[in-house]
């Protein structure tokens, strides 16, 4: 198996809610947007972020019919400083996102906040002194203090 | 707010367990290993999965105290054939993962698998044929029929 994720994909309760977070309140493009079905965001060199509208997203994994939500996830965005942080949370709180954690000095050494999307994915935002990504894409970590 | 994602962070309750499925099972090289506390594997240009510990994750995050377990989402590597599929599942199956959903044609109109890793995050591998990466790391997908 490579060791290569290509798509994240999220069973979504709310796709016109997440339409309405992603696209008209952050200003993202969709890759791909299959109304009532599937919304696409590409979020990477090759990588797409999926909203699955949830009670396809449970069908296709053959589940027990309860539409699942999301939980145990987060996805991160890095920012450039403690500064770019604070603004994204508010451009995010603008849009209809809601503040989990304010921006905060984090345990990792740096600055971060998490943010729910209206269907409740939980984005954290961080500066992280300790993260650097290289020309070629390879992603250089400090140890955890 | 960039359209970007950097990291995938899931609560894993078995460290031990996911170490020995990534790393020992599968051959993947972690960037950063915190014995207890976070497991980290590069999986993309830029892209990183954390593998971090639920209860921390849970505490991270200012939960209830639960340990959270993930739901609600799925991993997804591109084969480039569905025969890639078959092995890699095959893989995935000797390194201790669960067959969700065996291989088997997918409304997509490609070919597709759901494998759960020990902690229960579910991979989907596919092939398909809708999908390309151009160079620059542009995502072409074709509209679902």
Redesign the interface.
Known sequence: ???????????TADLDAARAFYAAG?G??P??D?PG??L??????????GLFE?SA?DA???GPGSP???????????AASAAEVDV?VE??HA?GGVV??PPQNA?FGGYHA?VADPNGV?W??AFNPG?S?EA????R?Q??E
């Open positions: 198996m490579h060791q290569r994720a290509d798509f994240i994909t999220l069973a952050l993202w493009s890759l791909l299959v079905e599937i696409f965001f590409q979020v990477g060199h090759g990588l797409v972020l949830a997203f296709d994994l053959g699942p939500a999301v939980s145990g996830v987060t996805l991160s965005q890095n994204t451009r995010m849009a989990v954690k345990a998490h939980v954290e935002i993260w990504v070629d894409g390879t992603v970590l140890p955890v």
